[in-house]
């Protein structure tokens, strides 16, 4: 039996005794909703389930229009046309964010454009944003990454001004607020994912928000094979009409509705839960002091729904431990907390394009260079500065969020015995 002082990375207990909450999680009227499905024989395309949550998370959002769709992902490449981005265009997207936000606008035809981030929140910079504009350019995604909202406001103005159209990422920010407006009534389109790890999920899934007629037509008809409703004021979801538009089947099922009718219903409730979790970590540590400190909140962010709590690593106060050695200490204390996705540009996905994509309008040399693009904030988040722990630590009760800080305070009583260790590790490896 290791003793409580000693590093769990050199044999002693691990500081986190509990499990992390189970993620995902659905209750019992989920369940007899799917039973009812099951026997229904209505199992997709626009069923009363999916109307309801359409209706229920419009409302929740707050915008005229909601519309799901399979994924995330086509999400935003529904989107982006329904703004009118068209091949040729140049999207901005962040140097940092999960790799389908570029995909989304290669896939239409439209040239990404790597936008550096603030190297705390790790969203897209504004200022780089503007200073990356050309006359090509239709639209810009800011992605509310991780656990901290873009600023809106200096993009909101950006893109007034320079006449950019706007669609918000908010894969990791269901029910997230900017000055009371939530994430996703923002732009000119909110995307959403509900892929298994979201704070809402379905397993896979996603939808579109938008205040604008024309914007969910269009949308609609991209995902339901070029048909759309008649008389969108009437009857959103029916009287489908034909129309000129080149569309896919990117429908969902009334099973995923179903499991989102009952995320729903918990969102709330779990957003609370994890705003009370991340303030009282972010204290605990800030009073401890050491090299990991949580990232501040903005005060115009009214509600976070934290799809991860962002902290930032400082290297300078770690006495020679890297970030990595730092991660990988706390995880053998049972605190799984981690890196992020790596930088968008260095994704080898984006060097299959030229030579895969059936997208023919591409022009390469009007493309950025990815191989040789440095943006210094995204490269130095990446590999020493972010950190980042799921939400689903941050539904953990006061006993399980008092082991993570304990795991915090044992490996910063303990950096020299962790760099130590991973120097004999390297040795050893030769
Ligand atoms: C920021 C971001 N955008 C888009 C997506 C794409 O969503 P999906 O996996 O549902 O296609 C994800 C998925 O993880 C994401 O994290």
């Not at 044999?11 to 099951?38: C, I, K, R, S």
């Not at 001004?161 to 009371?180: F, N, P, T, Y």
């Not at 902290?311 to 770690?318: E, L, R, V």
């Amino acid at each position: 039996m290791g003793s409580q002082s000693e590093l769990a990375l050199t044999g002693g207990t691990p500081a986190v005794a509990a499990q992390a909450p189970a993620w995902p999680v659905a209750g019992e009227q989920e369940a007899a909703w799917m039973a009812e499905v099951v026997r229904s024989g209505k199992w997709s395309w626009l069923g009363p389930h999916e109307r309801a949550f359409c209706e229920e998370y419009k409302a929740f959002i707050g915008t005229r229009y909601c519309l799901c769709l399979a994924n995330g992902t086509v999400t935003l490449q529904c989107a982006l046309q329904a703004v009118g981005v068209e091949p040729g265009d140049e999207v901005l997207v962040p140097a940092l964010t999960w790799v389908a936000t570029a995909q989304a606008a290669m896939d239409i035809g439209a040239n990404v454009v790597f936008v550096d981030i603030d190297p705390v929140t790790l969203c897209m910079d504004p200022a780089a944003m503007e200073a990356a504009i050309t006359p090509r350019t239709k639209a810009a995604i800011p992605v509310h990454l991780y656990g901290c909202m873009c600023d809106m406001d200096a993009i909101g103005d950006i893109a007034k001004r320079r006449g950019l159209r706007i669609v918000e990422d908010v894969a990791h920010q269901h029910g997230s607020q900017w000055r009371g407006v939530c994430a996703g009534a923002l732009g000119d389109a909110g995307s959403f994912s509900f892929q298994q790890s979201k704070v809402l999920t379905s397993g896979e899934g996603g939808a579109v928000t938008c205040n604008d007629k024309e914007v969910y037509e269009t949308c609609f008809a991209l995902k339901q094979v070029g048909w759309r409703p008649g008389n969108v004021e009437e009857a959103p979801y029916d009287d489908l009409v034909q129309g000129n538009r080149y569309g896919h089947n990117y429908r969902i099922t009334e099973m995923q509705a179903v499991l989102l009718r009952g995320g729903l219903s918990r969102l709330p409730e779990q957003m609370a839960h994890r705003e009370e979790s991340a303030a009282y970590l972010a204290e605990r540590l800030e009073a401890a002091g050491g090299p990991l400190q949580a990232v501040k909140r903005d005060a115009r962010v009214t509600r976070q729904s934290y799809y991860c709590m962002t902290f930032f690593f400082d290297p300078g106060q770690a006495g020679g431990v890297t970030r990595d050695m730092y991660c990988r200490a706390l995880a053998a204390e049972g605190a799984g907390l981690g890196a992020t996705y790596g930088v968008v540009y260095r994704n080898p996905l984006l060097n299959l394009y030229d030579r895969t994509s059936p997208i023919p309008y591409r022009d390469a040399a009007a493309v950025q260079d990815y191989a040789r693009l440095e943006l210094p904030n995204a490269e130095r988040a990446c590999a020493e500065t972010a950190v980042l722990m799921s939400h689903t630590h941050l539904l953990g009760d006061r006993a399980y969020l008092d082991g993570i800080v304990a795991a915090v305070d044992k490996v910063n009583g303990s950096l020299a015995a962790v760099r130590a260790h991973f120097e004999a590790d390297s040795e050893a490896r030769g």
